[in-house]
């Protein structure tokens, strides 16, 4: 079992910055990537970035040049820098684990609240 907990979402003004972490506890051995997915009111969860056991990163074209995902494998944990926020990117965060290239994602952390307004 792997056990996920995020941390850093808040209240942030249009352009302004936050930092997601992610802690990994359990059977990280067993993880060969790692992900960030939001939801937002009313829309379906949708993909955000992935980095995988390798430090490969992959992000959706609507977060692109603003989103940076990083881990730190010392502290086990797994970064989101957001910069550029835009209101469109309010939404709860969620990070997730996946055991095998090309499945689906198989731990979910309990999600961290990001909201962009003035």
């Known amino acids: 079992q792997v056990q996920l907990a995020e941390s850093g979402g808040g209240l942030v003004q249009p352009g302004g910055s936050l930092r997601l972490s992610c802690v990994v506890s359990?059977?990280?051995?067993?993880?060969?990537?790692m992900g960030w997915y939001r939801q937002a009111p009313g829309k379906q969860r949708e993909w955000v970035a992935t980095?995988?056991?390798?430090?490969?990163?992959n992000y959706a074209d609507s977060v692109k040049g603003r989103f940076t995902i990083s881990r730190d494998n010392a502290k086990n944990t797994v970064y989101l820098q957001m910069n550029s926020l835009k209101p469109e990117d309010t939404a709860v965060y969620y990070c997730?684990?996946?055991?095998?290239?090309?499945?689906?994602?198989?731990?979910w952390g309990q999600g961290t609240q990001v909201t962009v307004s003035s």
């Open positions: 359990g059977s990280i051995f067993t993880i060969y990537a």
């Open positions: 997730a684990a996946q055991r095998s290239a090309g499945k689906a994602y198989d731990y």
């Open positions: 980095i995988t056991r390798g430090h490969n990163t």
